[in-house]
């Protein structure tokens, strides 16, 4: 995609909580979508691995995901992914975010 970059995070789930996280994520509010947009989040694409997510995104600027967690309704989505995420001792929920270390595009120079 061009004029983005990538960004991608890895969350931790409790135990028995995949299957609400994807419910909510198949039935994403569209007031969401469209402050997922407008702060610049072209895409993103879930994974899981047992209680993991990983977050993979394209974004348009580097700051388009701190917007995008500071937005009102980013904040009302959290109080309903809240209960099914782990927390570090801070009180902040445990995702940290990964360091892309290769990325490969057929054609084209690396």
Not at 18 to 30: C, E, F, G, S
Not at 37 to 49: R, S, V
Request: glycine share 6%; net charge negative.
């Amino acid at each position: 995609m061009a004029d983005t970059m990538r960004k991608a995070f890895l969350l931790r789930l409790k135990p028995g909580a995949l299957d609400q996280y994807v419910y909510w994520h198949d039935n994403i509010w569209p007031e969401l979508q469209a402050e997922i947009a407008g702060q610049g989040i072209a895409e993103i694409t879930l994974y899981n691995l047992d209680d993991m997510v990983i977050l993979v995104s394209e974004v348009r600027d580097a700051d388009a995901w701190t917007r995008l967690w500071d937005s009102d309704v980013h904040k009302r989505w959290g109080e309903l992914m809240n209960p099914m995420m782990h927390y570090r001792d801070d009180g902040v929920v445990d995702s940290r975010e990964l360091q892309e270390i290769w990325h490969f595009l057929p054609g084209q120079a690396s």
